[in-house]
């Protein structure tokens, strides 16, 4: 069988140059607990652009040939010394048919795949049957090219939230793709949820899907509508993907806010109440910045999927991806707002449209076609 394949490779130079080029690639014969899976939709995460841009400065941006280059900045260069010279796949999760199988995985040719492991912007990828859900009979690619990351990501922010002893989640921006599937497990398994979005049309979004406490950071009652939507839900804990900025600092300042309500004296130490704001993206790649006055009794961290995975019970994992394939057209359904091949995923002008990173805005590739 012809397994030549075409990988999307992203490599910064010595000399401070990105390199994003199609590859050739010819794979080997699936051996055993392998699949080789023919690659049918993928969809483009912020966490994927990091890999494929680095530090790069995107006003650089060049086509020559058929490569797009871009240039690091030298005072970025020291961050990106661990892949300098290297050739690195992209695409951390996609979906498509098995067309051949390892010698125990037989019964798997022809079905379709949801797939979770790098590499996936290609039209071949070989994988391990463990990083692939069977997707029911019928179910499209584009069905299942985003089943992981966002769907687990919402999932684990629940796992983590009763692990911690919260009971109420803030969440900003919470007009996305995930955040819409955040919306809809609260809904489904009674938790509070405040959702902070960013215009009086992501509000209606989600007020349309049921979402009861929805507050728009562009508002001049933003501070106050958001202390309020805390106090109403007993949220403790947050998960700001905007990274960058003041969010975080601000929600912690409104925990404590609405935790000084049921103090009976003045404390200069501020509430005994733990507020925990966790950072899960970098929509804004700017320094995040705390203004302090939330008290002594708080912490911020970094939250990334691939972690929280591991620590996890594997029977908790297993009910979660058991939960997506059970809910992917309804909780877990993703809406993609344009979709373009490999080739054009290297167009200058496709690239700073996707690069925006708009909230609700999804890109999917189609390896298939060209």
Known sequence: M???????????????????????????EPG????????????????DLGLMFGAADMETLALEGQVLTAR??????????????????????????????????QHLLGKRVAMFGGAMYARLRLIAVQDCLVLPEGASAEEGAALFINPLTALGFIETMRAEGHTAITHA????????????ICQADGIGLVNIVRSPEQVALLRDLGATHVVDSSANSF??????AIAATGATLSFDAIGGGEMTSTILNAM???????????????SAVLKQGYIYGALDTGPSVLRRGFGFSWSVGGWLLFHVLQR??????????????????????????????????????????????STGAKYLLTPQQS
């Open 173 to 184: 921006p919470a007009a996305s793709n995930l955040g819409q599937m955040l919306v809809r």
């Open 312 to 357: 996890l019970d594997p029977a908790v994992v297993q009910r979660m991806r058991q939960r997506v394939v059970e809910e992917m057209t309804t909780t877990f359904a993703s809406h993609y707002t344009a979709r373009i091949t490999l080739e054009q995923a290297l167009e200058p002008e496709t690239v700073a449209s996707y690069m925006r990173k």
């Open 32 to 47: 055993p607990g392998q699949l080789l899976v023919r690659v049918e939709a993928s969809p483009i995460n912020p966490s």
């Open 72 to 105: 690091v900045p030298d005072r970025s260069m020291p961050a990106m010394q661990g892949r300098i010279g290297q050739s690195l796949p992209v695409g951390n999760e996609g979906a498509g048919t098995v067309i051949e199988a390892g010698p125990d995985q």
């Open 2 to 28: 012809d397994r030549e394949s075409l990988e999307l490779r992203s490599t910064i130079t010595a000399d401070g140059t990105l390199r994003l080029n199609l590859e050739p690639v010819v794979l080997p």
């Open 256 to 270: 404590e806010a609405v935790a000084a309500r049921s103090m009976t004296g003045y404390d200069r130490y501020g």
């Open 223 to 228: 501070r106050q509508d958001l202390t309020e």
